[in-house]
């Protein structure tokens, strides 16, 4: 499984350097960033809808800050190198536009909060799931186009991220629900 996991990131990373791709990935990667989702949430929620800012905000940065310390652990668990330190010994060339981070690779991080905030925002608001859903997976596959991650540290950062979001969305409904008597998203 992981030759295969190194092979697909190899065909992938090359692939979406001869396209094109690095550039825009290079920027699309940074919305794996929480602070870089704060910078859009806060201010789309605060104009469209100011009761879920107070509601929802708090524990949306909870638990994708919890799912944040989750993939650190893992990562330190399973130390396995970033794409380029695997390569370093190889003549096999990383893109890296952006270097390379001096952690671990397994589970994506970017991913992960991506993944989070998707799936806690398309709970919220089932009508935009998509446009959610479509940014997180943007992220996880910026992350092997711009050289950082393997395939399987992208898969397993989306899958911690989504039942995190989930998790954390339901937690905070219920929450909502015992303090409400009555929760409508």
Request: hydrophobic share 50%.
């Amino acid at each position: 499984m992981i030759d295969s996991d190194v092979h697909l990131f190899v065909h992938l990373n090359q692939l979406f350097f001869d396209w094109g791709w690095t550039r825009f990935f290079a920027f699309v990667t940074h919305f794996g960033n929480g602070w870089t989702q704060a910078a859009f949430i806060v201010p789309l929620l605060f104009l469209f809808k100011r009761a879920h800012l107070r509601e929802h905000l708090p524990a949306l940065v909870i638990t994708a800050a919890l799912g944040g310390l989750l993939v650190v652990g893992v990562k330190e668990a399973v130390a396995r190198p970033r794409p380029a330190a695997h390569f370093v010994t190889s003549s096999q060339q990383v893109h890296t536009p952006s270097g390379t981070p001096r952690d671990y690779s397994f589970p994506s991080g970017h991913t992960q909060t991506a993944f989070s905030t998707a799936a806690y925002l398309s709970c919220l608001y089932p009508m935009l799931s998509p446009v959610f859903l479509l940014l997180a997976v943007l992220v996880g596959v910026s992350r092997i186009a711009i050289g950082v991650h393997f395939p399987l540290d992208v898969l397993v950062g989306a899958l911690l991220g989504a039942g995190c979001g989930g998790l954390g969305f339901w937690v905070n409904r219920r929450r909502l629900a015992k303090r409400n008597h009555s929760f409508t998203p």
